[in-house]
């Protein structure tokens, strides 16, 4: 069960009954056990964070939005054991984006979605140096980045992408006519899907490596025979903030 506001999600751990984990848009995870306020944070994004996020900004989009755990996080043979992603922003200086911002337009930072490792000695707390981004989007306005990352019930990881903010579907990163929701020569604006997974874990599978070689792309993913982007699954979003999987279907 998940439970949003605007700037905390709260999400379960496959396995962790009794275990809440709080993402703060500043950019700290928390951990509440059986109730109560564990002292230290799984996780502190601050840092990587840097000025992509301002506090002071009460409608600031940016910082740490999104969580999500593989489902075999609880299970020690699963390729996902101990694993988990979160969707955050971060300076350019961390490395090029995976997409760059449609039209060249000015890249003012990027939204990355990362891999993690639970420590191996405590389930509390994530290992700050198993770091891996997956995948990226350089971003010009600071509105619109979605935010929302969560598993299927396929395996596979679903990612929320804003059409790149701005106002009006208009702006220096917006492809026109029709803005970058309807236009399938950007992820922007759409939600994709992909194998998160390391790629040398997953030797076996038909699915398409990836440009960059951090993840596999379903090839049953409709956009994959035709469009530029072939991570995308459906089209049309303004800023998908928060999304959920229905656990019946």
């Given amino acids: 069960p998940r439970v949003v ?31 109560s306020l564990l002292p230290s944070p799984a996780l502190d994004l601050s840092v990587r ?10 409608n600031d989009e940016r910082g740490f939005l999104g969580l999500a755990f593989h489902p075999g996080f609880a299970s020690a043979g699963s390729v996902g054991y101990r ?17 760059v911002a449609p039209n060249n337009a000015v890249q003012n930072y990027k939204t990355v979605v990362a891999e993690w490792k639970m420590s191996a000695s405590n389930p509390n707390l994530v290992d700050a140096s198993s770091y891996r981004e997956i995948i990226s ?50 992820p922007l604006g759409k939600m994709l899907r992909i194998d998160p997974v ?14 960059n070689g951090q993840y596999r792309v379903p090839v049953s993913n409709p956009a994959a025979l035709g469009s530029q982007v072939p991570e995308i699954y459906a089209m049309g979003f303004r800023n998908p903030y928060r999304f959920s999987v229905d656990r019946l279907n």
């Fill in 49 to 58: 964070l840097g000025a992509t996020f301002n506090p002071a900004n009460a």
């Fill in 83 to 99: 694993t988990l992603y979160t969707f955050s922003s971060e300076p350019l200086a961390a490395g090029a984006p995976t997409f």
């Fill in 137 to 186: 989007f350089g971003k010009n306005a600071n509105n619109h980045n979605g935010g929302t990352i969560t598993f299927g019930k396929d395996g596979y990881l679903y990612i929320g992408l804003g059409d790149g903010g701005n106002a009006n579907d208009v702006g220096p990163s917006h492809i026109e006519p029709g803005g970058n929701a309807q236009n399938l020569a950007t």
């Fill in 5 to 35: 506001d605007a700037e905390h999600a709260r999400i379960s751990a496959p396995g962790g009954v009794g275990r809440l984990f709080v993402v703060e848009q500043k950019g700290t995870l928390l951990v509440v056990q059986n109730g």
């Fill in 198 to 211: 390391n790629p040398a874990l997953t030797a076996s599978s038909t699915d398409s490596l990836s440009s």
